[in-house]
């Protein structure tokens, strides 16, 4: 067993090394493994594994999902957002950070994406925190940091790929995301309101509720949207697929109509949604036969087996597979931890009496954090290009904002009702 996985893992991460795409590692880590052991995997069982990869009618959610995220960067809603949020928040010490995470937490749940979220949110907060006097490092790093609730905060693309492959509800995952989601908003609300007031950033007066009304009034079709999505998959009026394909066109239809956006700039961003969709799909569909291969192993038994001498306690077991996804979450993306890590502590979560709909939470949680720790940390580097400024002087910035979002990962770890008991709730459970 254990060579076998050598052989398997070794020529993926050798394949990552050489800078290849995630899809093409996979694949010829499959070869290699075929070239060793061929009686183990008949040629049918790779084909087989391709097709069962992308066979589920859920994973056409994700085109939607992105095309949402995608007119999002195109069209106006993200400044009305914006003036919703300076106006509620502005007037805070360090105002616009703080409107940075509040923008970004409703973005997060109308798009499901962190890089959809921060393309959008950057583009349009960091300039604007720099012309008002902000450090670009630190707009960049509020920025990356807020745009990790995407993939938490509902709708989100990794719980739908999650629920894929573990076999639970897509819809029991967005419930048990909000509460973390929101709280990973306070965290970070908690960690600019610090430094705001540390490094006497400026602020903006208190504009009054009359203009805070009229400033959620023409920004209420924007706010109402991840409304809607949760309402919608939640109630059982539609499939979350269906949810995705209406989110998509109800973000053009308001885009078109208040002429925020055009046809042309419509067919940019489906071509662009359906370029981000082909990425995820392509390595979901390899990594079926990956994921076949590793099943075949039984290497969840060892793996538990292994867990279990070192403790009995399902909370500490818990937490080591969480600092096992932080740590390789520095190296590899998302997608490629979910779809080649995840499945192997599956039978080991549940042997110990891991609610599934929780260990998805903390690990998305736990893989999100990657997107903001270098050599991979792909939120660095788009956030420090937005605000033209060093990456390396972003990753200093971001050290107060991964204490934060840590410090939430051990609270999410330590107390499972946080996920657990909205969905459990609603459920009758």
Same mark, same amino acid.
């Given at each position: 067993?254990?060579?076998?996985?050598?052989?398997?893992?070794?020529?993926?991460?050798?394949?990552?090394?050489?800078?290849?795409?995630?899809?093409?590692?996979?694949?010829?880590? #499959? @070869?290699?493994?075929?070239?060793?052991?061929?009686?183990?995997?008949?040629?049918? =069982?790779?084909? +087989? !594994?391709?097709? +069962?990869?992308?066979?589920?009618?859920?994973? /056409?959610? =994700?085109?939607?999902?992105?095309? @949402?995220?995608? *007119?999002?960067?195109?069209?106006?809603? !993200?400044?009305?957002?914006?003036?919703?949020?300076?106006? #509620?928040?502005?007037? =805070?010490?360090?105002?616009?950070?703080?409107?940075?995470?509040?923008?970004?937490?409703?973005f997060a749940g109308i798009s499901g994406s962190a890089i959809a979220d921060a393309s959008a949110v950057g583009s349009l907060m960091i300039p604007a925190m720099k012309r008002a006097g902000y450090p670009g490092p630190y707009s960049a790093a509020v920025t990356a940091a807020a745009a990790t609730m995407g993939p938490i905060i509902p709708p989100s693309i990794p719980f739908v /790929?999650?629920?894929?492959?573990? +076999?639970?509800?897509?819809?029991? /995952?967005?419930?048990?995301?909000?509460?973390? !989601?929101?709280?990973?908003?306070?965290?970070?609300?908690?960690?600019?309101?610090? *430094?705001? $007031?540390?490094?006497?950033?400026?602020?903006?007066?208190w504009p009054g509720w009359r203009l805070v009304t009229r400033a959620l009034v023409y920004a209420a079709p924007a706010v109402v949207l991840p409304i809607l999505i949760v309402a919608g998959v939640v109630s059982g009026v539609a499939t979350v697929t269906e949810i995705g394909a209406l989110a998509a066109l109800y973000a053009a239809a308001i885009s078109l109509v208040n002429r925020e956006i055009t046809l042309a700039?419509?067919?940019r961003a489906t071509c662009?949604?359906?370029?981000?969709?082909?990425?995820?799909? =392509?390595?979901?569909? @390899?990594?079926?036969?990956?994921?076949? *291969?590793?099943?075949?192993?039984?290497?969840? +038994?060892?793996?538990?087996?292994?867990?279990?001498? #070192?403790s009995g306690d399902p909370l500490v077991i818990l937490a080591l597979i969480a600092i096992f996804l932080l740590v390789v979450g520095c190296?590899?993306?998302?997608?490629? #931890?979910? /779809?080649?890590?995840?499945?192997?502590?599956?039978?080991? $979560?549940?042997?110990?009496?891991?609610?599934?709909?929780?260990?998805g939470v903390v690990a998305v949680f736990a893989m999100s954090l990657g997107l903001l720790t270098p050599p991979v940390g792909f939120l660095i580097y788009l956030t420090a290009a937005q605000a033209q400024a060093s990456s390396s002087d972003v990753i200093r910035e971001l050290v107060v904002f991964i204490a934060a979002q840590m410090a939430?990962?051990?609270?999410?770890?330590?107390?499972?009702?946080?996920?657990?008991?909205?969905?459990?709730?609603?459920?009758?459970?």
């Amino acid at each position: 067993m254990l060579g076998e996985f050598t052989v398997l893992l070794g020529a993926m991460l050798v394949a990552l090394a050489l800078g290849m795409p995630v899809f093409l590692c996979l694949a010829l880590s #499959i @070869v290699a493994y075929a070239a060793v052991y061929w009686p183990k995997l008949p040629p049918e =069982i790779i084909v +087989q !594994g391709f097709l +069962q990869g992308v066979d589920s009618y859920s994973l /056409l959610a =994700i085109p939607f999902f992105f095309l @949402v995220g995608e *007119i999002l960067n195109v069209g106006g809603i !993200g400044r009305r957002l914006v003036d919703v949020a300076t106006a #509620i928040a502005g007037h =805070i010490r360090g105002g616009l950070s703080h409107v940075n995470v509040l923008v970004s937490m409703v973005f997060a749940g109308i798009s499901g994406s962190a890089i959809a979220d921060a393309s959008a949110v950057g583009s349009l907060m960091i300039p604007a925190m720099k012309r008002a006097g902000y450090p670009g490092p630190y707009s960049a790093a509020v920025t990356a940091a807020a745009a990790t609730m995407g993939p938490i905060i509902p709708p989100s693309i990794p719980f739908v /790929l999650y629920a894929f492959f573990s +076999q639970t509800s897509v819809s029991d /995952l967005f419930l048990a995301g909000i509460v973390p !989601g929101l709280l990973m908003g306070v965290f970070l609300l908690a960690a600019t309101v610090v *430094i705001g $007031v540390r490094r006497n950033y400026p602020s903006s007066p208190w504009p009054g509720w009359r203009l805070v009304t009229r400033a959620l009034v023409y920004a209420a079709p924007a706010v109402v949207l991840p409304i809607l999505i949760v309402a919608g998959v939640v109630s059982g009026v539609a499939t979350v697929t269906e949810i995705g394909a209406l989110a998509a066109l109800y973000a053009a239809a308001i885009s078109l109509v208040n002429r925020e956006i055009t046809l042309a700039g419509l067919w940019r961003a489906t071509c662009r949604a359906g370029m981000e969709s082909c990425r995820v799909l =392509i390595v979901l569909s @390899v990594a079926g036969t990956f994921i076949w *291969i590793m099943g075949n192993m039984n290497l969840a +038994q060892g793996l538990a087996s292994a867990l279990m001498r #070192i403790s009995g306690d399902p909370l500490v077991i818990l937490a080591l597979i969480a600092i096992f996804l932080l740590v390789v979450g520095c190296f590899l993306d998302p997608v490629t #931890i979910l /779809l080649v890590f995840v499945p192997m502590f599956m039978p080991v $979560v549940r042997l110990i009496g891991v609610d599934p709909i929780h260990f998805g939470v903390v690990a998305v949680f736990a893989m999100s954090l990657g997107l903001l720790t270098p050599p991979v940390g792909f939120l660095i580097y788009l956030t420090a290009a937005q605000a033209q400024a060093s990456s390396s002087d972003v990753i200093r910035e971001l050290v107060v904002f991964i204490a934060a979002q840590m410090a939430m990962l051990g609270f999410l770890v330590a107390f499972p009702a946080l996920s657990t008991a909205l969905p459990n709730m609603l459920a009758g459970r």
